[in-house]
């Protein structure tokens, strides 16, 4: 019972540290970690575990795959990779919805720390030209951009399992995404876009379709190429990204190089994931939570086990604002169950979709408060239309949980 409340306590601190003393946040999670080990593991031995089990080879890809990342999104932002993608979008499509939905989409792709706010000026001036209310805009902002977070290989929870569940590809899991994917997408046209149809706008781009197509695929031939050497070659995301970085700088002019790729190495995303490593580390040894979860995860009512698994992601996603720290605790008591392959991938599924809907309607989450902040409108607004969806998405995970669940077992 104690190690519950340990965890339970050390994520209220969480909350204190980040949101209240404005603490960084890879070390307000290390000193939850200690926390934990303070008040229900007390031994250094353990704690000795729980750090040197980070640098796992599976780890390792990880944190440098978030690293390299960071490097990437420097270059392809610097070599205008990204005006070319948006530039290109204007010219191809036209259209001002489809428009306000890709732009952030495809932003969204790129892992950067805080990076709604270069999705958020253009959700902003197309809203403004359609005439969309401003907690509107910043709504649409975060709902396309997180689409991605469901089928984008290289995104950072995506990553996460991965390496923690070596022999889960995790392809099949980003599969049983795609419907939930475009239920967000279709949710968030027909609640925040205007239902008339928009006009078609002058993009200024006096090339051709064939041309625009042309530079659409050069944008995003970097992320196309970590996914083809990932996906067909098996080539560790890590080792996907570096060649992508080679290749942007095999197609672009060398001036400044080395500067946007130091500019880009940060350790701001890899610090986090050491410190969420850290915290996973604990949990594996505290025997009470494992066997407890163990034994819900064995419970016949296949709703115990769902509900279960909604209360820890909703907890912990709201509290500390990261779908990382969810992934972090749940991960390895699914992986100390025993279950069948087909069961822990549809666990998995049903685990992700809420620990990504607990950190996607957090108070905390970073980019729901820099759109809000950008587009200058109030939190409560935006949660009164934040929360029209959560109905629709709640309902949606159990749906497909159930039709995948007839299709997998």
């Given amino acids: 019972m104690w190690q519950f409340v340990s965890v339970i306590l050390a994520f209220f601190l969480l909350s204190v540290l980040t949101s209240r003393l404005k603490w960084n946040l890879a070390l307000s999670m290390a000193v939850c970690g200690l926390v934990i080990h303070l008040f229900a593991l007390r031994s250094l031995e353990r704690i000795y575990t729980a750090f040197i089990n980070i640098f796992s080879f599976s780890s390792v890809n990880v944190i440098a795959t978030i690293f390299l990342i960071g490097v990437l999104s420097s270059l392809m932002k610097h ?7 948006i530039s290109s979008l204007k010219s191809l499509l036209r259209n001002r919805k489809l428009l306000l939905g890709m732009i952030p989409f495809i932003i969204g792709t790129l892992s950067v720390p805080g990076g709604a706010l270069l999705s958020a000026p253009f959700a902003d ?32 929870p995506l990553l996460f399992i991965a390496a923690s569940i070596p022999n889960m590809n995790i392809y099949h899991l980003i599969l049983l995404n795609i419907p939930f994917a475009l239920i967000i997408q279709i ?4 609640c925040y876009m205007p239902r008339h149809c928009q006009p078609s706008i002058e993009s200024g781009n006096t090339l051709s379709k064939k041309e625009s197509l042309k530079n659409l695929l050069k944008g995003l031939s970097p992320i196309i190429l970590a996914i083809l050497l990932n996906g067909l070659f098996h080539l560790p995301m890590s080792a996907a990204i570096a060649l992508s970085i080679v290749w942007v700088w095999a197609i672009s002019p060398k001036t400044d190089f080395i500067k946007f790729f130091r500019r880009g190495c940060s350790l701001e995303v890899p610090l986090i ?30 709703l115990v086990i769902l509900f279960a698994v909604i209360g820890g992601c909703l ?8 779908h990382l720290s969810t992934l972090g605790v749940f991960i390895p008591i699914m992986l100390a169950a025993p279950m069948e392959p087909n069961y822990r991938l549809l666990i998995i599924f049903f685990l992700y979709i809420w620990s990504i809907l607990g950190y996607y309607y957090s108070p905390l989450h970073l980019c729901q408060l820099l759109t809000i902040k950008y587009i200058k409108t109030s939190t409560k607004t935006v949660y009164k239309e934040h929360l029209k969806l959560f109905p629709w998405l709640a309902a949606a995970s159990f749906g497909l949980y159930y039709l995948y669940r007839l299709w997998l077992l």
Avoid: W
């Avoid at 949710?187 to 027909?190: N, V, Y």
């Fill in 273 to 302: 994931l050491i410190a969420v490593y850290f915290i996973q580390n604990t949990i594996l040894q505290m025997t009470d939570i494992m066997n407890a979860f163990n034994n819900i995860l064995q419970n016949p009512s296949i």
């Fill in 187 to 190: 949710g968030a046209t027909l």
């Fill in 315 to 322: 907890f912990i996603g709201l509290v500390t604002g990261m």
């Fill in 79 to 85: 070599y205008q990779f990204l005006d070319g993608i």
């Fill in 125 to 156: 001036d197309l809203g403004k030209e359609m005439d969309i209310a401003p907690e509107k805009r910043v709504v649409i902002n975060l709902s396309f951009r997180h689409i991605g977070i469901l089928i984008n290989p290289f995104s950072t």
